[in-house]
């Protein structure tokens, strides 16, 4: 689902976040990326949204060809993305419902499947009752998991993840963990970038570790195409 | 085999099933691009009402940058209409040959009648010009001492156009005439105040490129500011898979309608000045002795301005978006 190939990225003045970095991860899987802050998680997750452009080796996301992929295919190959941050990037002057709706007007959904996939994602994170509440006056917790039903909302076949737990307390952080494998479980491929080791340890997923824009361990699991 | 859509007529040939979704999701799009234009549009009108005091000082910007080459402009078609009313001044006076008859003055002056560049040629006798003469000084031919007619027969011409070029053109024609003795024209005046009106409307136009171009900058920073404000909003949503199109859409709808409140606010301006005016500009003319005819910005005009309003708008939306969406880029 989502393969590097000796992927670099140099950025102007020379700085390399990432050097030859090898990575499959096959569809359904659910990966760690993990690493000390500058080590080149953030860079990494910016090739695969295609944000930042690899300046060597080959990125297959999706089966398609992150290179090659032209301004006008952007959009559209990022609607298969499912993407939380850190900061969960919330629109504060729209209610939940509507943070929650984005992706599927944007994709041009019917509004009756709208309000139906909608209200489905905000059950699923446990927040059907706060649809008409705006982000503003919910907790740090609940802020993240309306981002996470933004993510989710148009079953992406992929699930990326910046820091989802980077603001919130362990017992949090252990219920948005349990979000994403329940999502794995059901065959969405997840790449979450963290660097709670402690709480990685105790789920039992593959880890891939970088350090100064090196993959340090990718005990390879699943078939490579 | 299309039992999901009932109500379509069925088609003669056999229709796969991905064909039908494939026309189901054509049809989809195009409804969900009519839908999106029509939330950018509203939304975007209410995003500037819910901000009356800052909307309101764009849109008066523009309505009275708009309203100044306006009134110039009717100001000038108003001057336009009463140079048509005097076009009678414009005439030329041609004396004929002392004794030629009557008949070849008639046919003569039914020539010039035919002419193109001739609006209205008549003949006026050299007894009619006696008589006239007498009736306007009250007097007889004995008084004067004449026992003749000392006048020649005349005919008028009255020209078509009041252009100086093509007067003068004419006028060669009529001294290229054989029985024409003398030519009297009294085109200074005209001329004069064609050159002036040129002049004016060249002013006009100056001034009114000017303002468009106020109306373009003001836009554009006006959207530049609301792109800043929205920047974030861009980013996610640029990132959620919004297509360019998608991202422009609200602001370009901003600019149609700053473009349209500014022009509606100008027609208002405008039609409110020309009543302000009308009653002192016509006492100002009946001194003249002329006949006031103030006019009205008619309906093609209205719509002109507006539509004026709404691109000079556009162009300014798309020129700030074209510059400040570049930097909206996700990070």
New interface residues.
């Given amino acids: 689902m989502i393969h590097f190939d000796q992927v670099s990225k140099r950025y102007e003045g020379g700085h390399e976040a990432l050097s030859s970095v090898s990575l499959h991860i096959e569809k359904g899987e659910m990966v760690f990326l993990t690493g000390h802050s500058g080590a080149g998680k953030s860079t990494l997750l910016k090739l695969i949204t295609r944000i930042e452009k690899a300046s060597s080796g080959q990125l297959r996301v999706n089966g398609q060809i992150l290179n090659r992929l032209r301004r006008s295919q952007i959009p559209h190959f990022r609607r298969n993305l499912g993407i939380v941050h850190q900061d969960h990037q919330l629109l504060m002057d729209q209610t939940v419902y509507d943070n929650v709706a984005l992706p599927l007007i944007i994709a041009g959904e019917h509004p009756k499947d709208v309000t139906r996939r909608v209200r489905a994602a905000l059950d699923k994170v446990g927040l059907l009752e706060r649809e008409k509440y705006r982000p503003i006056q919910l907790s740090g917790g609940e802020q993240q998991r309306v981002g996470i039903a933004r993510a989710v909302v148009k079953k992406p076949a992929i699930l990326l993840a910046d820091e989802p737990t980077g603001n919130l307390d362990p017992g949090l952080s252990r219920d948005i963990m349990e979000l994403f494998s329940e999502f794995n479980r059901v065959g969405t491929t997840v790449l979450i970038a963290s660097h709670d080791l402690g709480l990685i340890a105790r789920l039992n997923y593959r880890v891939a570790s970088l350090q100064d824009g090196k993959l340090m361990s990718t005990p390879f699991e699943g078939r490579r195409t | 085999m299309s039992t999901r859509t009932p109500n379509r007529p069925t088609t003669k040939k056999p229709v796969s099933n991905s064909a039908n979704r494939r026309r189901d999701n054509a049809q989809?799009?195009r409804?969900?691009?009519l839908?999106?234009h029509r939330d950018c549009a509203s939304q975007s009108l209410m995003r500037l009402l819910r901000n009356p005091v800052s909307s309101a000082l764009t849109w008066l910007v523009i309505a009275i940058s708009l309203t100044l080459p306006t009134l110039f402009y009717l100001a000038l078609s108003s001057l336009q209409s009463q140079t048509e009313q005097w076009q009678e001044g414009g005439q030329i006076t041609l004396y004929l040959e002392q004794g030629l008859p009557d008949t070849d003055g008639d046919r003569l002056t039914r020539e010039l009648d035919a002419r193109p560049e001739v609006a209205r040629a008549y003949y006026i006798s050299a007894d009619e010009a006696w008589t006239s003469f007498q009736e306007t000084l009250s007097i007889n031919r004995q008084a004067l001492g004449f026992t003749d007619n000392p006048l020649p027969a005349s005919i008028v011409v009255v020209p078509a156009q009041q252009n100086s070029s093509q007067l003068e053109a004419l006028q060669l024609i009529i001294r290229g005439l054989p029985e024409v003795e003398d030519v009297q024209l009294d085109l200074a005046w005209i001329d004069r105040l064609n050159r002036f009106l040129e002049l004016i409307y060249s002013v006009v136009t100056g001034l009114a490129l000017l303002l468009g171009v106020a109306v373009l900058l003001v836009v554009g920073n006006t959207i530049r500011l609301a792109i800043e404000s929205r920047k974030?909003?861009i980013?996610?949503?640029?990132?959620?898979?919004?297509?360019?199109a998608?991202v422009r859409r609200p602001f370009v709808y901003l600019g149609i309608w700053y473009g349209l409140l500014g022009g509606v606010a100008a027609w208002i301006l405008v039609t409110a000045v020309a009543w302000w005016l009308r009653s002192p500009l016509t006492a100002f003319l009946n001194t003249y002795g002329l006949e006031a005819n103030v006019s009205w910005l008619g309906f093609t005009d209205t719509l002109v301005l507006i539509l004026a309003s709404i691109g000079v708008s556009l162009a300014g939306a798309h020129i700030a978006l074209q510059r400040h969406l570049k930097d909206a880029?996700?990070?």
Wanted: proline residues 4%.
């Fill in positions: 989809g799009n409804s969900a691009w839908r999106h974030d909003e980013r996610v949503i640029k990132l959620l898979g919004a297509t360019e998608f880029e996700p990070r």
